[in-house]
């Protein structure tokens, strides 16, 4: 078993819809969550970043971390074509070693 | 202010060359990760480089090696190439020595072995 299980999609929507991606995770020591967006031929950026549980919002983003469920969600608002992109989510016990999911690949369509 | 960069931006070897990459972190940062990003399986840790030093190093063999300068730039070698080392290699820093729960990618090297 995968230390972060992430759904590997696509998943396609159209645009203006509330998108909602998943991870869960085994290791109940994570306590950093992070989601980051990955463009075709980009490095990943760092979209969200939470610590512990509970939940954070930036704009059309919010990111919710259960950790009772080992169950985090990246959920985006009144998508846009410009969101079409992989979104991986990360999680980290703190210092130096960060897991990464393999990745949700994301289509918005207009 | 520069993001992280890498060079070159692709590059194609046969198997049983070397291939090195290299990598520029933002200014003042001094921790330096590789990853592999292959097709499906998300990125693995390869090496995190810290004031010149090794600290550590993920499940890879060790024909995947590097080192880093005093300037903090990075350079990533890959020994005796093998087809399966065809991936998308990315650089990351970090201003928190240790710790890269805010890590900022470079663009990616994509290495394509034939």
């Known amino acids: 078993q995968k230390e972060v299980e992430q759904d590997p999609g696509p998943l396609s929507v159209p645009e203006g819809a509330i998108v909602s991606l998943n991870c869960t995770y085994s290791n109940s020591a994570f306590q950093y969550f992070m989601w980051y967006r990955q463009y075709s031929r980009k490095g990943p950026e760092l979209l969200m970043y939470?610590?512990?549980?509970g939940n954070k919002e930036d704009g059309r983003f919010t990111a919710q971390v259960d950790k009772s469920s080992k169950y985090i969600s990246l959920f985006i608002r009144d998508s846009q074509p410009s969101d079409s992109a992989t979104y991986l989510c990360?999680?980290?016990?703190?210092?130096?070693?960060?897991?990464f999911g393999a990745g949700t690949r994301l289509f918005v369509k207009a | 202010e520069a993001g992280v960069t890498q060079s070159p931006t692709h590059l194609i070897k046969t198997r049983g060359q070397q291939a090195t990459l290299r990598c520029s972190p933002i200014?003042?940062?001094?921790?330096v990760y590789w990853y592999q990003q292959a097709l499906g399986l998300g990125l693995q840790f390869l090496l995190w480089y810290d004031e010149g030093e090794e600290r550590n190093r993920g499940n890879f063999p060790p024909r995947f090696s590097g080192r880093q300068f005093p300037n903090y730039s990075s350079e990533l070698n890959v020994n005796a190439l093998e087809l399966e080392d065809s991936a998308l290699y990315l650089c990351?820093?970090?201003?928190?020595?240790?710790?890269?729960?805010?890590?900022?990618f470079g663009q990616g090297t994509r290495l394509t072995v034939v």
């Open positions: 200014s003042g940062h001094t921790s």
């Open positions: 939470t610590y512990s549980s």
């Open positions: 990360a999680m980290s016990t703190g210092g130096f070693k960060t897991i």
């Open positions: 990351a820093s970090s201003a928190y020595r240790g710790e890269n729960t805010e890590a900022f």
